[in-house]
Antibody, heavy 123, light 107 residues
């Protein structure tokens, strides 16, 4: 079964750090770019960032709202993507989803989604 | 960043209705436009990619069209399971952006 499972969410104080994990199964993880998308309570979807596959350099892109604070990495040997979140702010409170990116041309779509993990930033 | 604007923000319709949701990009994005469906408490689901390509397993009553800056998602005959929130998303720019969502409710 094709599946993504996020873990690592929870309650954290402003200014602290948290690392989320996304474990993949059922597909060749290393062949895909991986992305994180978040959704604040009662709000819409917000793209956080993505990491390209090693075949495309494994480089990363981030939304302006998290650039410099969040880092995405991957371990293809374990089929895991990570989201390291530093200097957390209350506005980072959201459900965080991991997705793979189905590539078409030079674009791509968020195809497989995890169930999401809740991050609450509060004192 | 490319801004994506959906209209309407909410919509009431009945089972069997034909429904169209519009998405407009702040600049041309060619056909790099995707549509997602999200039900309460669930992860989004990819419906349409590259503006008009139906994702595997998605019912044929869903269709997408458009290019450049203007796009539409059409549901030809609403079914009870289609009541959800729909999002467009551009993949033209490395900084991906979503529309604000369209909530489709039962009339």
């Amino acid at each position: 079964e094709v599946q993504l499972v996020e873990s690592g969410g929870g309650l954290v104080q402003p200014g602290r750090s948290l690392r989320l994990s996304c474990t993949a199964s059922g597909f060749t993880f290393g062949d895909y770019a991986m992305s994180w998308v978040r959704q604040a309570p009662g709000k819409g979807l917000e793209w956080v960032g993505f990491i390209r596959s090693k075949a495309y350099g494994g480089t990363t892109e981030y939304a302006a709202s998290v650039k410099g604070r969040f880092t995405i990495s991957r371990d293809d040997s374990k089929s895991i993507a990570y989201l390291q979140m530093n200097s957390l702010k209350t506005e980072d409170t959201a459900v965080y989803y991991c997705t793979n990116i189905y590539s078409y041309g030079w674009g791509g779509a968020f195809d497989i989604w995890g169930q999401g993990t809740m991050v609450t930033v509060s004192s | 960043d490319i801004q994506m604007t959906q209209s309407p923000s909410s919509l009431s319709a009945s089972v069997g209705d034909r429904v169209t949701i519009t998405c407009r990009a702040s600049q041309s994005i060619s056909s790099y436009l995707n549509w997602y469906q999200q039900k309460p408490g669930k992860a989004p689901k990819l419906l349409i990619y590259a503006a008009s390509s139906l994702q595997s397993g998605v019912p044929s009553r869903f269709s997408g069209s458009g290019s450049g800056t203007d796009f539409t998602l059409t549901i030809s005959s609403l079914q009870p399971e289609d009541f959800a929130t729909y999002y467009c998303q551009q993949s033209y720019s490395t900084s991906r952006t979503f529309g604000q969502g369209t909530k489709l409710e039962i009339k």
